[in-house]
């Protein structure tokens, strides 16, 4: 006898990460219009607020002083500086996604991928990188999967192929740091 639970595969963070001018954005549109139950973290920046975004929708907007609160707290999974302003995953709605059973999509740059493995041990990473380069040694060695940006189409097939595999039951109570 088998219930649903069971069919389905356990919720998983898979982080997509990548060079700049790799492609995320655009294979990150695509794994959400053809897996829709993907759940995509909006990161939390304090820069300010471009017409047309909305809070909470493209960005969740947040006052420096609010921003570092958070990262002392260990709100934050990840975060980073980009010139004057920072940007970084929330981590308490990213957890109720995962403790819920929901998959989650997090895109993010190399080095926000290496800081989530530190925290989240059991993420599965997965490298997109452009044609004709390759990653080093050291870098390869950190993810799980490579896929290589030649047609988004065939990318995002490959990443609903893995975001819809059956994975481990990870053990998110290990969180580090």
């Not at 599965?124 to 452009?130: A, D, G, K, T, Y």
């Amino acid at each position: 006898m088998s219930t649903d639970d069971e069919a389905r595969p356990a919720a998983r963070l898979t982080v997509l990460a990548g060079p700049s001018g790799s492609g995320r954005e655009s294979v990150v549109e695509l794994v959400r219009a053809r897996f829709p139950s993907v759940w995509i973290p909006v990161p939390a920046t304090t820069r300010p607020r471009r017409e047309p975004e909305t809070d909470g929708e493209q960005r969740v907007f947040l006052a420096p002083a609010e921003f570092e609160r958070r990262v002392a707290a260990g709100e934050l999974l990840e975060w980073s500086r980009i010139g004057a302003y920072r940007r970084g995953t929330l981590h308490p709605p990213l957890r109720a996604r995962l403790d819920a059973g929901q998959q989650v999509l997090l895109p993010l740059d190399v080095t926000g991928a290496r800081l989530v493995r530190q925290r989240l041990p059991d993420a599965r990473l997965v490298l997109l990188i452009p044609p004709g380069r390759r990653p080093d040694a050291a870098v390869a060695a950190a993810f799980a999967d490579t896929l290589t940006h030649d047609l988004t189409d065939r990318v995002a097939d490959e990443l609903v192929g893995l975001l819809g595999s059956t994975h481990p039951d990870p053990a998110w109570s290990r969180l580090r740091g």
